[in-house]
């Protein structure tokens, strides 16, 4: 019974050491680990320069009286879209300070705005972020549009809760040695 028991412990072990082996070829392809699976900030010292731009979309979807309310300038706590592109612009620049392995970057341009959908009383936002950098900007993108989204989602909740968030994502990013991305649906 005991040389079963170990037959089986040896086998266990190995498939255990298989699994960690997998684990460390998974690692490998994420720079924010290292060969043992602690995390750190990517070195970008030895990176040219370039010029990097990203944009990221996302929508809201918001009641009818929620959507009058915005459009009529009717919340009580100010101008829903102007708080919102600022929050935007403020999200993004911050997003080293939300997400940890984000390098500090110096943006040199960072941008939100909003396209206003009556038949299905939806919101789209944009965040358009630029900088002469050694990393990317497609963060700091990402964060601008869901703060912006968030800020409007806070100034109506008093209204109706019923907000639906959706469909965030990097719509364009160019520059760095990745190259240029555009967004397709699959």
Known sequence: MRSGYMKHSVVEEMKEEDRSMEKMEEMKEFTHFDAQGNAYMVDVSGKDITSRMAIATGEIKVTEEVFAAILGKKIKKGDVLT?????GIMGAKRT???I???HILNLTNAKVWFELHPETTSITAFCQVKTEGKTGVEMEALTGVNVALLTIYDMCKAIDKRMVLRDIHLVEKNGGKSGDFYFDER
């Open 83 to 87: 708080v919102a592109q600022v929050a």
């Open 96 to 98: 080293s300070e939300l």
């Open 100 to 102: 940890p392995m984000c």
